[in-house]
């Protein structure tokens, strides 16, 4: 989604699967065709992240399906596999004892970080450079310095999952309903 064969790639596979016959004078993809290609590309994010994802992006089985909704919804299913990944690494990072489980201080500290980014919209330029700098590693070593100088409850802990799926939440905040 982040190279420049993108675009040219889904505009490619959605004229390829616009041969598709819907009846017998009219071709296109329908959103059956649509949800089809979409449980394809996400068969490794987590179930209950696609059920959250599907309700966003699902299409009913007889809708035709635009190119403007095709791409959204294809170019949203690879930019969560991404986000996906970068949360599983930051959540190695926070897990510092190498035990499966983090600091809940921690991580609801980088969390809130995830969530102060994607908070921001395109419009507000001074938003998109805080938003820039609390994912910055200088960001994350002050919000990550101050949890750990609070006072905690000695014992609450993150699992790899949970903080994945948080992080999640607030990514499908910000995702469309494609209806």
Known sequence: ?????????????????????IN???QGITGAVLNQLLHTLCKNVPSIVMIRLWKRLECYEYEAVTYDVFR??????CVLQDYIAAAEKLFHILDIEKVGKADKGLCESTLEQLRSALSSSRSDVKRIVESSFSLSPDGLYTALDKAMSKKQTPGLFYTQDQFVMEACDAFLKKVKRLK
């Open 1 to 21: 989604h982040s190279r420049p064969m993108f675009e040219a790639n889904v505009l490619s596979a959605f004229n390829i699967l616009s041969k598709y016959k």
């Open 24 to 26: 017998k004078k009219l």
């Open 72 to 77: 959204s919804a294809v170019f949203t299913c």
